[in-house]
């Protein structure tokens, strides 16, 4: 990784600890190998991704519940059908990016939600896409 | 064009880079004035455009403005650092993979070098980078390029200055360089400090074309080689490199001004006490051991008193060891406090630096090598808590904060990169 990333020294729990000597030496020594870890599986581009959390049910239809833990890639270009990120009226907003009558508008999945048009306004940013929602069930 | 080397340096910054950061993480505060304070809420040091707008100015004391920043709706933070330093982290890593080398030179700007395609013309991939890194980060950057550093810096100038640049400028591809350096005062070029800028505007040297046609043995005579230096670079030579791995730092210094100016010793012990465990902290994350440590303190610049003192202690054997450290920098305030007076700042200096990979212990000063491994170890082991739980999980009985001396921080933003617990809400 880059030299100069210091967040990516993260600490890793190996699953063995050598330093427990007694006895036969463990036939899986050779085979450690490092743990799994879930930055390096769900983050291609982690100097543009950033973490949001989720409040309210607007988008309960695409499987994203409240409290969820949302992962938003800015490097990635919005295109219809990804769920973005959006800054409307000084506050985040999250819907899928959708087309109607050729013409983009933002989706609530949730029929008690409103969509959003952009018509009529101005001060939209896209601010990005969102690549993957987690979701406790405890 | 009269562009002859391949070879060119941008300087690549970012536009009120503090605010910006604010303002990507915060749509509350998109489009809208805002300033930064610095520490300890004193003055305004990095404002957005549209505070700068207002006519807001840097510099600024925040306690003179503060009702007029009311009525004019600006909102006033206090400087988030854990946030800046996330995002120039990822800036700096974004902007390594469109260029050569980088040579970080501050928290908001960096030197690149970069080669010329084969129309020599830098534009397209600086139009690129911008665009680049305003969709990556919503960050605005100012792109200067040139022969050499300092006409990357002057370059970098005159892309804010001109309307026309859109934030990009080639200076070396112009074909009227010298109206260009014309518009660059001397106190403006890199490496002109006030006193020189003073002696050659005396000389009747009062921009950049000047300084570069100026005799050559009055300039070494008052300046020595870096004055023929800066002439060269500013003929075309390129004479400072890209430096890729910058030095390890002189010295790490931690200090604070206090929220109300302090008198007892104690209050000025404790103070000490956890800038010295910081320090001590910040040096064993970069396997640093200092063999000269310094403590200081002085009273306001503001107020009619006007004393600062420090006192330092060499070591013959270098020490990362925070237990040591504390016992020395408690008896080194007692050298330094003096009750008549107020003290508004305080800090500590390790100074001396090496490397601790490195380190030969000395022969007269020998600690057993059990003894080292155990002190060691123990500064290991709380390093890795304090990091696992939050700064201070495990410190020492001294540092018990009260809450006169502590920073006066009442308008941080949260920590929303870097922290779990303080990412922003999707309210909608």
Redesign the interface.
């Known amino acids: 990784m880059d030299s100069f990333d210091s967040t990516t020294k993260r600490f890793r729990i190996p699953l063995l600890n050598d330093s427990v000597s007694a006895g036969f030496p463990s036939p899986a020594d050779d085979h450690m190998e490092e743990n799994i870890d879930l930055n390096e599986h769900l983050i291609s581009n982690p100097f543009s991704t950033f973490f949001l959390r989720v409040k309210g049910e607007s988008m309960i239809n695409a499987g994203i519940k409240d409290k969820d833990l949302i992962i938003v890639d800015k490097s990635l270009i919005a295109k219809p059908g990804d769920i973005v990120i959006a800054m409307i009226d000084g506050e985040f907003t999250i819907k899928r990016l959708s087309i109607k009558n050729d013409e983009l508008y933002l989706k609530a999945e949730n029929h008690n939600y409103p969509d959003f048009s952009f018509k009529n306004h101005i001060d939209v940013q896209i601010w990005g896409v969102v690549i993957y929602s987690i979701h406790s069930y405890l | 064009m009269r562009i002859s080397s391949n070879d060119a340096i941008a300087l690549i910054d970012a536009n009120n880079f503090y605010a910006s950061c604010e303002q990507n993480?915060n749509?509350?505060l998109?489009?809208k004035p805002v300033v930064i304070l610095s520490n300890n809420d004193g003055c305004i040091i990095a404002r957005s455009p549209e505070a700068r707008a207002l006519k807001i100015k840097m510099g600024t004391p925040y306690f003179k403005v503060k009702e007029k920043l009311n009525k004019l709706d600006v909102a006033v933070l206090s400087s988030n650092y854990s946030l800046y330093g996330?995002m120039s982290?990822?800036l700096?890593?974004?902007l390594?993979n469109y260029c050569e080398q980088i040579e970080?030179y501050s928290i908001d700007e960096a030197f690149v070098s970069i080669s010329r395609p084969n129309d020599k013309n830098l534009y397209p991939w600086a139009r690129n980078i911008r665009s680049?890194i305003y969709?990556?980060?919503?960050i605005t950057i100012t792109v200067g390029i040139g022969e050499n550093k300092v006409k990357a810096k002057i370059a970098n100038k005159l892309a804010k200055n001109i309307d026309y640049s859109a934030g990009i400028f080639d200076l070396a591809s112009t074909k009227n360089e010298n109206n260009y350096l014309k518009r660059i005062s001397v106190d403006k070029v890199w490496g002109v400090g006030r006193q020189t800028s003073n002696w050659l505007q005396s000389k009747g040297i009062k921009n950049a074309k000047e300084l570069r046609d100026m005799e050559e043995n009055e300039i070494i005579k008052k300046l020595g080689i870096i004055g023929k230096r800066l002439q060269l670079e500013l003929k075309g030579y390129k004479c400072l490199p890209i430096e890729k791995n910058k030095k390890s730092k002189k010295e790490i210094q931690v200090s604070r001004s206090f929220g109300t100016p302090i008198t007892k010793l104690e209050d000025l012990t404790q103070a000490l006490a956890t800038h010295a465990i910081k320090a001590s902290e910040k040096m064993r994350s970069q396997n640093l051991q200092s063999s000269d440590i310094r403590v200081f303190a002085r009273t306001s610049k503001y107020s009619n008193q006007n004393y600062q003192k420090s006192a330092h202690r060499k070591l013959t054997n270098a020490t990362d060891d925070t237990n040591s450290i504390l016992k020395i920098v408690v008896e080194l305030s007692k050298e330094i406090y003096n009750p008549e007076y107020k003290f508004s700042k305080a800090g500590v200096l390790m100074q001396d630096l090496t490397n601790s990979e490195y380190l030969q212990q000395s022969v007269i000063n020998y600690k057993s090598q059990k003894d080292l491994k155990k002190s060691s170890n123990l500064m290991r082991t709380i390093d890795?808590l304090n990091?696992?739980f939050n700064n201070n999980a495990i410190t020492w009985a001294i540092t018990k904060t009260p809450k006169s001396w502590t920073m006066n921080k009442n308008f941080l933003s949260r920590s929303?990169?870097t922290d779990?617990e303080q990412?922003?809400?999707?309210?909608?």
């Open positions: 993480i749509p509350n998109k489009n996330d982290r990822r700096m890593n974004l390594k970080i680049l969709q990556n980060l919503g890795l990091k696992r929303s990169t779990i990412i922003p809400t999707i309210v909608k």
